[in-house]
């Protein structure tokens, strides 16, 4: 027996004797050891209730940090600090104006009047270039809640990053200690809350959800912020992305089409991202491949198939449509080509389905058509 094994079946032996001579008396040493794990259990989950609330503090305040010093322009040397600086002072009215614009939220005692504004003009080479900005407390529903300050966060940093390229300087995050990360954890954390949301998404739904995912991919098609969250949360991403599609594909309520919308226009909104959209595009055909399959099987043995799988495939129909047009006028078709399996699966077997189903199921038919014509167009654009 080696020392581990040993060491284990000690600890297990004194443990079983410690406890047997310390039973009280109208106890069995069976019922005591029950006792004794739900004590331990129920404390072991109030300690790791309160590691989780002290960790989400924690990234809080790395979120703070991080914008308060993008915000004063506490670049390391040989950063645009300078140039930050070096930048006539413009008036309180204009910098509270395009930081609304930005979508950061300025609390009044954020604000600088006019009057203030000059008194300090002598002070320009010193002063921060930005108001700081605060992560505020919105009135928000029980499962919104615990989201809403990273989505603020995120899109606090989306709109400095535009002001700043707007004034022909590049927010850096490498200039930043453990900025990447503070970025990668907050989307990480959103994503884990939408996946939640979204498996079981509630009526009405509310528009924050559909924010959050604008926000979420706008985040990732930044150029210089989308390889520092891939990095991190690419399973959590493919994650999210096949949620979606089986709350649109599983979902058998009878009021279901609401939902359906809703979460359909979710994944158009992230497959406005074009690094995200190919992948969308792959998923989603392949769930419209194996149905076809299933289909034409069920169609020779005149079987009975899932009528809840195919009204809701529709939809999976629509996404795909509105996707590839979207891929189409961005110019992109060069992008998809040949190289995916499943658009090749797709158009080989396109002409072949489309007659075989026909008669059985002309509604499906035809929207495969459509989409064949989309594809082929995508293809057409890959081959000039």
Known sequence: MDDQAWYLRTSK????????????ADKSSREYTEHLARTVSGQESKWRAKVKALEAEVLQLRQKQLLSRICSGSFESGGPSSQLQAQEPRSSENTSTLLEDSGCVLSNDQRTEPSEMTEHSGESCISTPFPPLSIVNRPCAPLEKPLSSHMQFLQHLLGLKTLTESESL??????????????????????????TFYREPKLPCSSFWIEAVDTLARLIGDRNLSNHILKKCSKKLEEFEKTLLQVILSNNHINRFQVQHYVSQSLVTL????????????????????????????????????????????SVFCVLEQLLQKETEEGNASRMGHEDQEIKTFLQKHDETILQLSDAFPLFTFYL???????????IGTVK
């Open 13 to 24: 032996l004194a443990l079983a004797l410690a406890i047997i001579h310390s039973k009280p």
């Open 170 to 195: 590049k927010t850096d995050l490498s200039h930043f200690e453990n900025a990447s990360s503070t970025v990668s954890d907050s989307v990480f954390q959103l994503l884990d809350g939408l996946i």
């Open 271 to 314: 497959g406005s991202c074009s690094l995200l959209r190919k992948s969308i595009i792959s998923l989603l055909l392949s769930e419209v491949n194996s149905f076809a399959d299933d289909l034409g099987a069920i169609n020779q043995v005149q079987g009975n198939y899932d009528v809840t799988r195919y009204e809701n495939i529709f």
């Open 369 to 379: 058509w459509r989409l064949g014509t989309l594809l082929n167009s995508v293809e």
